[in-house]
């Protein structure tokens, strides 16, 4: 890539504390494909967590401290969809800074639409033997259209699908219900647990049932539900971020 675009890597606070390989396997990936990526130190929680517990007007600072620390980078790319989504159309107005924040709401991408949008990926080279089942969490399935949802009449498409499909090896798994929310939601599963726990179970049961190896995804919020459902009931599937498959088929 003549001019590789500068990326800041935007690392989620649960990636961050929880599932750290997952922002490395970003970040090694967007360096396989020719990105310049810078991470910068200081970034925080970008305010969803609050915003979604109904504290939205105390995100502005946090909401300002994106656009400060974000400023002067080409893209912004994060390993999730739910914080993507967040920081482009639900982050409040931030007084002083409508232009600064109009412009970075086109600069900001979750990760494989960043792929197949800007870097125009069209088939990975790599290899990858397992079969594969993919949840599409409803951030950004539903909010950033990242795949078409049942309940739309769309022409189908999946930006995960056409990055995974022709990896040699990997099996792609249609499931039953492949859009289906799995009942994490943030505060929902702690408000709501039994029902986020059902939720859980039901979208578990269709990637066992289909003799899935790997469930994978683009947030590692709604794969921690599902894995911790996984555990609890002994089931031997794996659970992988998007970015960890590709990074580790790309060679």
Same mark, same amino acid.
């Given at each position: 890539?003549?001019?590789?675009?500068?990326?800041?890597?935007?690392?989620?606070?649960?990636?961050?504390?929880?599932?750290?390989?997952?922002?490395?396997?970003?970040? =090694?990936?967007? =360096?396989?494909?020719?990105?310049?990526?810078?991470?910068?130190?200081?970034?925080?929680c970008c305010g969803q967590p609050m915003a979604?517990?109904?504290?939205?007007?105390?995100?502005?600072?946090?909401?300002?401290?994106?656009?400060?620390?974000?400023?002067?980078?080409? #893209?912004?790319?994060?390993?999730?969809?739910?914080?993507?989504?967040?920081?482009?159309?639900?982050?409040?107005?931030?007084?002083?800074?409508?232009?600064?924040?109009?412009?970075?709401?086109?600069?900001?991408?979750?990760?494989?639409?960043?792929?197949?949008?800007?870097?125009?990926?069209?088939?990975? =080279?790599?290899? #990858?033997?397992?079969?594969?089942?993919?949840?599409?969490?409803?951030?950004?399935?539903?909010?950033?259209?990242?795949?078409?949802?049942?309940?739309?009449?769309?022409?189908?498409?999946?930006?995960?699908?056409?990055?995974?499909?022709?990896?040699?090896?990997?099996?792609?798994?249609?499931?039953?219900?492949?859009?289906?929310?799995?009942?994490?939601?943030?505060?929902?599963?702690?408000? =709501?647990?039994?029902?986020?726990?059902?939720?859980?179970?039901?979208?578990?049961?269709?990637?066992?049932?289909?003799?899935?190896?790997?469930?994978?995804?683009?947030?590692?919020?709604?794969?921690?539900?599902?894995?911790?459902?996984?555990?609890?009931?002994?089931?031997?599937?794996?659970?992988?971020?998007?970015?960890?498959?590709?990074?580790?088929?790309?060679?």
């Amino acid at each position: 890539m003549p001019n590789p675009p500068h990326i800041a890597l935007f690392i989620p606070c649960y990636v961050d504390q929880f599932y750290p390989q997952v922002g490395i396997a970003s970040l =090694e990936l967007l =360096e396989k494909l020719g990105c310049q990526v810078s991470y910068p130190m200081a970034q925080t929680c970008c305010g969803q967590p609050m915003a979604n517990a109904g504290y939205e007007r105390d995100t502005v600072e946090t909401g300002r401290h994106f656009l400060r620390t974000f400023a002067g980078y080409d #893209y912004i790319v994060a390993p999730s969809g739910s914080c993507v989504l967040h920081v482009k159309e639900h982050m409040p107005r931030i007084p002083g800074m409508e232009s600064e924040q109009e412009q970075m709401h086109g600069r900001v991408f979750e990760l494989t639409e960043f792929l197949t949008d800007i870097l125009k990926i069209q088939q990975p =080279e790599g290899e #990858y033997p397992h079969r594969v089942g993919f949840h599409a969490s409803c951030h950004g399935l539903r909010g950033l259209r990242l795949g078409t949802s049942s309940e739309r009449h769309d022409a189908p498409f999946n930006k995960a699908k056409y990055l995974l499909q022709n990896i040699r090896g990997l099996e792609w798994v249609e499931l039953g219900r492949k859009d289906e929310c799995c009942g994490f939601g943030g505060t929902f599963a702690v408000t =709501e647990e039994a029902l986020s726990i059902q939720m859980g179970q039901d979208r578990l049961a269709d990637h066992i049932n289909q003799g899935v190896e790997i469930i994978t995804g683009g947030d590692m919020s709604c794969l921690m539900h599902l894995e911790g459902i996984a555990r609890r009931s002994q089931q031997p599937v794996q659970f992988k971020h998007i970015a960890q498959i590709l990074n580790e088929a790309i060679r």
